[in-house]
């Protein structure tokens, strides 16, 4: 089946504690995003990647760091976690890069809790 | 910089009775427009897309789509509700003229509430 997956899905950390979201895609897309979805705010670009080896800055980069040394994944991963991080994650992935019209699949999203 | 507005934090509609959620846009040059929906504790599910072509667009579960390039508008239709149409929709603008075609932006999103 066809699907972004990530993990964990839930998650209660304390600041300043390093943590990783997973995020893994098995449609052989080129192009991954981050986004965190806040109430009133909708979904906020965090960071994407075009390609292996290719990351850039969405609207809302700090205190976000990924990386994509393989086309089928792309963490994100919280080096010093903050309660204003604390936000409902997304991961999602489209093919054929340069086609704006390309459909962007959703994970199912990763719910993580700042203390 | 492309941005996208849903002016309805909510709609309401009973169960049967036509439903509509509303977006308009602005970009700097050509916009592909796009419908998600997230149902509770799930992921965005795609629902449909304008690219080019025919303004009305038809999308998965019945719904419909009509895009407007005088009124910068795309609004979201299904012509009977049904209770399990209650859920958040968002819709998405990409302006294609910039060289960043990978930013993808979102409205704040809609709640439906469909009431049987």
Known sequence: EAQVTQNPRYLITVTGKKLTVTCSQNMNHEYMSWYRQDPGLGLRQIYYSMNVEVTDKGDVPEGYKVSRKEKRNFPLILESPSPNQTSLYFCASSGRTGRAGETQYFGPGTRLLVL | ?116
């Not at chain 2, 080019?52 to 419909?64: P, R």
């Not at chain 2, 819709?91 to 709640?111: E, I, N, P």
Request: with cysteine.
């Open chain 2, 1 to 116: 910089a492309q941005s996208v507005a849903q002016p309805e934090d909510q709609v309401n509609v009973a169960e049967g009775n036509p439903l509509t959620v509303k977006c308009t846009y602005s970009v700097s040059g050509n916009p592909y427009l796009f419908w998600y929906v997230q149902y509770p504790n799930r992921g965005l599910q795609f629902l449909l897309k304008y690219i080019t072509g025919d303004n009305l667009v038809k999308g998965s579960y019945g719904f419909e789509a009509e895009f407007n390039k005088s009124q910068t508008s795309f609004h979201l239709k299904k012509p009977s509700a049904l209770v399990s149409d209650s859920a958040l929709y968002f819709c998405a603008v990409r302006d294609v003229t910039t060289d960043s075609w990978g930013k993808l932006q979102f409205g704040a999103g809609t709640q439906v509430v469909v009431t049987p």
